[in-house]
């Protein structure tokens, strides 16, 4: 399996852990009910949205699913739209490295968010604190990778139950 292939298999995973019904609890995607153009698109969406400037309708008129299909989908699965999910992934990339810099716009620039205003708007509403707050919260943490994770573990576990809200 080549580098590219393994890291985007990997990051998949990470983000089926995510997924609302758990349907890869234990096999991650290996059940066959995330489909194989559903993996794709996630595997995509992974790379613009660490690499890429894309905004979300850019992204989705270069896929193979129309907007209906794949906010249906996203929100089946994860609870958010693809605009949300685009975030949240641009959002954990940034709160993984946010002690490599200590101004926001280039740790905003780093995962995707083209404006450093667009970044610290975006965190504020996820998180109802600054860039600064965060990652002194992480930075003076006793165990700053175990601060990492609840804070990525609280911005996917929030579309869980927004859609709880929805669909009861």
């Known amino acids: 399996m080549s580098a590219y292939k393994l890291e985007n298999f990997i ?3 990470n ?6 019904p758990n349907i890869c609890k234990d096999n991650l995607n290996l059940d066959g009910r995330c489909t194989d153009k559903f993996k794709d698109f996630l595997t995509d969406l992974h790379f613009y949205a660490k690499y890429m400037n894309y905004d979300i309708n850019s992204f989705i008129s270069t896929r193979k699913f129309n907007r209906d299909e794949l906010s ?3 929100i089946k699965y994860f609870g958010f739209t693809p605009k ?10 940034a709160i993984k490295s946010i ?3 200590s101004y926001s716009e280039p740790t905003g620039n780093s995962c995707g968010f083209g ?5 610290e708007r975006i965190l504020k509403r996820r998180f109802n604190m600054t860039f600064s707050q965060i990652r002194r919260l992480i ?6 990778e175990k601060k990492r994770k609840e804070l990525i573990d609280y911005l996917w576990e929030s579309g869980k139950k927004i859609r709880r809200k929805i669909v009861v």
């Open 84 to 93: 949300i999910m685009l975030d949240n992934i641009r959002l954990e990339i």
């Open 99 to 101: 002690t490599e810099n």
């Open 115 to 119: 404006k450093k205003r667009t970044f």
């Open 11 to 13: 990051m998949v995973n």
């Open 15 to 20: 983000l089926c852990k995510y997924c609302i």
């Open 139 to 144: 930075v003076n943490s006793k165990n700053p």
């Open 72 to 74: 249906q989908l996203t």
